[in-house]
């Protein structure tokens, strides 16, 4: 944006010089003195104005059953991907990207309104938090006090509660960042929210990158020590949301290790090879071929609902996940410097939601790769920590990555 108003700044400069140029003699390096300095007014001036944010369009979404005005931004990138997100609960409405043949199409599933997001339980491409996933009975215990959370599925805890953060209304700001169309989200979660100790200032960046990315920047710092897991719940189907399962899908995890977990899905505590179970993703293997098996984990998770033990450094960029649809060839990447991610393979989707366009979801519809720490780790001490301390402050990126392949 910058870099094309110096453009027009140089066409005006150099036009004006050339009908001047009888009357007065300029020499060059003083045509170039003037153009510079013009240049650093205008993107001074455009920066002040906002004049920046022309990639970020940002229109009505309705309004909250409690009257707030929802905002829906749509970011968009030179290659023609398409995100559209809102401030009611940082979800990612939709996401447009290319098939191999070049062809748009909308890769996750949600509704044609604000309000189909607020009538399910479901998190459809939400921000998630305080704690992603689980907390064992909603309870922990943190520098000797035990802190009672909200229990919101049987006996636990689920991703932050009842009034989590996928259902609060973040503060926006769309801005042009040099990778890309970005949306700013911030949320102050006040003291003892949903049972949470400290007052939590969030700070979330969306960016639809040139690469071709979906880029996920968390940040958060607190006034009193807490826990905090942070993730996005985009349900995605790369052959397009609503054109039936993802069994076909295949998935590449980089991990050689799961956490197995008891029946009401809370983690035992130990770190188990997937070596020879239905959970080795190690190498690319269709979601469904063993989804069926008898399996006590399976029967557990009525399907993949579990975390993964992510190879390589915590903390350290790298590469969590692949996942590629034949019949498309469209290719999503997931990175990360999470410690482990989740697979979810829409184990309770049953038909009775209808979503975009008059589509009816089903079993197996989508399926979530959530970045994350591993469930329950307040309660793990084994488990890398997720406490937070008062005045530090938590970051985590993870990046959704795409492309094609020829087959
Ligand atoms: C959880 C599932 C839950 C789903 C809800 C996933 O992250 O692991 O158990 O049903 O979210 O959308």
């Known amino acids: 944006m910058a870099l094309n108003l ?40 455009s920066s002040m104005t906002g004049m920046g944010q022309a990639t970020v369009k940002k229109e009505n979404f309705g309004k909250t059953a409690s009257g707030q005005s929802i905002d829906l931004f749509t970011l968009t990138n030179a290659h023609g991907l398409e995100a559209r997100i809102m401030n009611y609960g940082g979800i990612v409405v939709s996401l447009r990207v290319p098939d191999r043949n070049g062809h748009l ?9 604000a309000d189909g997001y607020a009538t399910t339980s479901k998190y459809f491409g939400a921000l998630i938090g305080r704690y992603a996933n ?43 960042s040099p990778a890309g169309a ?31 990315e979906l880029k ?27 054109r039936g399962d993802i ?11 799961f956490t197995p977990v008891d029946a009401g899905s809370i983690p035992t505590g130990e770190l188990r090879s997937v070596k020879g179970t239905p959970f080795d993703f190690t190498s690319p293997t269709a979601i469904g071929s063993r989804i069926d ?49 989740q697979l979810y393979s829409g184990n309770f989707l049953n038909g009775s939601k209808i979503g975009k366009d008059g589509k009816p979801y089903q079993l197996h519809y989508a399926f979530c790769l959530e970045t994350q720490h591993y469930p329950d780790s307040p309660n793990k001490p084994d488990f890398p920590t997720t406490t937070l301390k008062a005045g530090a402050r938590h970051r985590t990126t993870t990046i959704y990555r795409f492309s094609t392949s020829k087959n």
């Open 216 to 242: 996920i920047e968390y940040s958060a710092t607190t006034d009193k020590d807490t826990v905090v897991n942070l993730t996005h719940h985009s349900y995605f189907n790369l052959a397009g949301q609503g």
């Open 105 to 113: 199409d909308d890769i996750v599933l949600g509704f044609d309104s």
């Open 6 to 45: 110096c453009y027009h700044v140089r066409l005006v400069v150099v036009r004006t010089f050339s009908t001047v140029e009888h009357s007065m003699r300029w020499s060059r390096p003083r045509k170039l003195l003037v153009t510079l300095l013009l240049c650093s007014a205008t993107t001074f001036f």
């Open 134 to 176: 689980r907390i064992g009975k909603g309870a922990f215990t943190l520098n000797g006090l035990e802190y009672k959370l909200a229990i919101n599925n049987g006996e636990n805890h689920l991703h932050g509660g009842i009034n989590g953060f996928h259902q609060v209304i973040w503060h926006a700001r769309p801005f042009d």
């Open 247 to 257: 069994l076909k899908h295949d998935l590449m995890i980089n991990a050689a290790r």
């Open 182 to 212: 970005a949306l700013e989200l911030t949320y102050l979660s006040p003291d003892g929210e949903e049972g949470y100790p400290g007052n939590l200032s969030v700070k979330i960046v969306y960016t639809l990158t040139k690469n071709n």
């Open 293 to 341: 098996q008898d399996d006590e984990q399976l029967k557990f998770g009525h399907g993949y609902d579990h975390n993964w033990v992510l190879d390589g450094k915590i903390g350290a960029l790298r590469k969590a996940a692949t996942v590629r649809e034949p019949t498309t060839g469209r290719v999503m990447e997931v990175w990360t410097t999470e410690p482990g991610i």
